[in-house]
Structure formats: C-alpha cells, structure tokens
C-alpha cells in the first residue's frame, strides 16, 4: 500500500500541472472502487478550476472553486499525467482531463482506491474530520506523544501505527523510524522515557522526509506519477531485511509478526 511519503510524492508530482487548470471533463471507466464514485461527479467538477492541491493522512484533496474531491490510492492505485490522447490502458478507471490537454490518470488494479465528491470543505468529510495530527506537523512533538502513551501497555510500534494517535505512519516507515530512535519495537509504549519519545518523534519526522525527499519507497505496486519506481528502499535499515547484518553493527535483523504486520529490529541497536 502506498504510505505517507508515497502520496506525498504523488502530491508533489501532479500539483504543478493541476493547480491553477480548469477541468474539462472527467471520465469514468470504471467507478465499482472501495466506494461508488459518485454518478454525479462528472458533472459537478467539469468546467471548475483547481485550486489547491492538498494531502491529509494518505488522502488527496482536490480543491476546487465549488466543492472539491477527495482520492485515495488504496493498496495499488497510482496517479500520472499524460497527453490527453494517450490510450487507455487495464485498470485506467478515471482520467481527469484539463484544459491544457492534459490528463490525470487514476490506475488501480485492486480497486481498493476511491474517488469522492465534497459539496463543502473537504477536511470536514467524515474520512477527514477525526484524524489525528500530521506526523510532520509541529502539534505531533515528543510531549505529544508522551501523553498519547501515558499508562498504555500497547507495544510503542502498535501505537504510532494507530491512525487515532498519529496518521500515516505505516509499517515500514513505523519499523525504520524505531531504530533510527534505538526502541525496541516490543516496548510498552507508557515506559518509554521522556527523551526516547523526543527521540522518535525526530526518527519518524526524518525517515519520512527522506523518503519523500527519495521519491517514496519501491515495494510491490507503487510507482510515482513519471512512471518510475522510488528509491528510497535501497536505504531501508532492516525492513525486510530479515538475517541480513545490521548496516551499523552487523547483528542479524531480526523478525516477527506483530499485529498481523511483520516487524524487523536490530537486537544490538535497539533497546
């Protein structure tokens, strides 16, 4: 699934021939994704001028004159600008087409995305109203997330994966950000020390600036909008990198499942 650092890129890699543009039409090949899309969606964004192109969590925020859209990739979804003649190939299920004649294309062979229309302010979406703080922002800080862990015996990797503490923070950047920090996955998250919370809240800020700095995370299905695959993958430090030795000790990483999510560590680097 593409996390945080993913859409972020995506974001960044469509705004400029986006924002600012008039949509000329919308075109739905396919709308049966994880919900409906709307029936009247077409119509309503047709003739509107973008602007803004925003992310919250893993969603995109279309921001229109009237109303706006909100899209997300789901476990497979990718989004690319083309020519608006370029063919259609399997699983292009929506192209919004611009004035310029370019076309934003939505691919998703899992139709696990979607595709929404918000009458009023997209953040006050149901999707988006209750999200917690951006992992990026200054609200999320070491004191932050000391109170959100106060008293909880949840495992610390468990608690910033949880959407209603801090959003986006998904499994592989949760499994780099806790060894850059030195923390043991396993940890009961209200014994962590004041200064190990400091110490996360910088890991996580880092590693995903860096990998949207890289371009996102080449795993399975994700590519960014030129069609080329991230780099950030190659500077993983022990996702997926089970009995590989560890690039600052040389200790096995080591792993386990935790939470039906698989989980790797260095047992010398992190405590």
Not at 242 to 270: A, E, L, M, N, W
């Amino acid at each position: 699934m593409p996390e945080l650092p993913e859409v972020e890129t995506t974001r960044r890699g469509i705004e400029s021939s986006v924002v600012g543009q008039v949509i000329k039409k919308v075109i739905v090949r396919e709308p049966r994704l994880r919900w409906r899309v709307p029936r009247e969606l077409p119509e309503l964004a047709a003739g509107q001028r973008v602007v803004s192109l925003r992310r919250r969590a893993k969603y995109l925020v279309f921001d229109l004159q009237r109303g706006g859209m909100i899209l997300h990739l789901g476990m497979s979804g990718s989004l690319r600008v083309l020519p608006g003649e370029t063919p259609p190939s399997m699983h292009d299920h929506v192209d919004i087409v611009m004035d310029t004649g370019l076309c934003l294309r939505f691919n998703d062979p899992r139709r696990f995305g979607s595709l929404l229309w918000v009458a009023d302010d997209p953040l006050q979406h149901k999707l988006l109203k209750s999200l917690a703080p951006e992992p990026l922002s200054d609200e999320f800080n070491g004191e932050y997330l000391a109170r959100a862990a106060k008293g909880r015996s949840v495992a610390i990797k468990q608690l910033i994966m949880n959407g209603q503490v801090v959003v986006g923070v998904g499994n592989i950047y949760a499994s780099e950000a806790l060894f850059r920090a030195g923390v043991r996955p396993r940890r009961a998250a209200g014994r962590l020390k004041r200064a190990e919370f400091e110490a996360l809240v910088k890991a996580i800020k880092e590693v995903l600036n860096d990998a949207i700095r890289a371009g996102g995370t080449t795993l399975r299905d994700y590519f960014n909008p030129e069609g080329m695959p991230g780099y950030f993958r190659q500077k993983l430090f022990v996702y997926e990198r089970t009995r590989d030795p560890c690039r600052v000790c040389k200790t096995p990483i080591k792993h386990f499942v935790q939470g039906q999510r698989s989980t790797y560590f260095c047992p010398q680097c992190q405590k």
